[in-house]
């Protein structure tokens, strides 16, 4: 396994400070070739102790140990350092959204292309994806339930719940409402999907399917539209393989009765 896939799939059990690493690593790993222990921390924005922690929680010795790893796998040639010739902040939160992404679409996709109505819950900025989200879904001809408070909760989850959906959206994966949400679907037995920028937060733990973005954060007091943009990004993704999937499904001969 890459240096990069190894990251990638150790996110959700780490402490949200480490996983903040972890991120923003991802987005060059070359400079951890060319830079030290210090000088990462400083970029970071955080102390040395938690990015030891963090290459430690990633399956590494420590820092050096991942640096070695990172100069093995650059002078092999494998282009690890292509990251840095993106500029924009957003190309890069949205190629490490999509790909983190990438592994769970065709499970999520399954899951949304079987229902027949799909309820769909944020708060704050996250409940605006929701909405767009849910002009979405009435084009694919499915019903389309955004939840404001828990009293739309409790009436989308009513018997019969059979074709339901659960979409939950919150970028932390902590927020209380979404996380209620998700758990009053699942005593309902409603099948849920998760959107988190957090792999380990709660409301990943508590949905059927996880779909993770990778977005760093901002400094303090700067415009929260990174998040939004790398949800909007996974969830395009998620309805093109849906598309893609009903469209093979079309293609796909009828058999004989006779067969």
């Known amino acids: 396994m890459s ?3 190894t990251l990638q799939s150790r996110l959700a059990d780490m402490r949200p400070s480490e996983a903040e690493v972890v991120r923003r690593l991802l987005r060059d790993l070359g400079m951890v070739a060319e830079r030290s222990l210090r000088e990462i921390a400083a970029s970071c924005e955080t102390s040395d102790a938690t990015v030891v922690r963090a290459c430690r929680a990633a399956g590494f010795d420590g820092f050096q140990d991942l640096k070695y790893h990172v100069l093995r796998e650059l002078t092999g040639g494998n282009g690890l350092g292509a990251a840095s010739s993106v500029e924009r902040h957003y190309d890069k939160d949205i190629a490490a959204s999509v790909a983190a992404a990438d592994a ?8 949304l292309r079987k229902a027949s109505r799909v309820a769909l819950v944020g708060a704050g900025a996250s409940y605006g994806v929701a909405l767009i989200l849910t002009d979405v879904i009435f084009t694919m001809r499915k019903q389309a339930l955004p939840l404001r408070d828990p009293q739309m909760a409790g009436f989308a989850f009513t018997a019969p719940v059979t074709g339901l959906l659960l979409i ?17 679907a699942k005593r309902a037995g409603v099948p849920s999907i998760g959107l988190t920028n957090e792999p380990g937060s709660e409301l990943a733990r508590a949905v059927d399917v996880v779909i993770p973005t990778q977005t760093v954060e901002r400094p303090a007091g700067s415009f929260a539209i990174a998040p939004r943009i790398c949800q909007l990004a996974v969830l395009d993704r998620l309805l093109t393989c849906v598309q893609m999937s009903q469209s093979k499904s079309k293609r796909r001969p009828k058999q004989s009765l006779r067969s």
């Open 3 to 5: 240096v990069l896939s």
């Open 104 to 111: 769970a679409l065709e499970e999520a996709a399954d899951l």
């Open 168 to 184: 939950a959206i919150s970028h932390s994966g902590e927020t209380q409402f979404p996380l209620a949400t998700v758990i009053e």
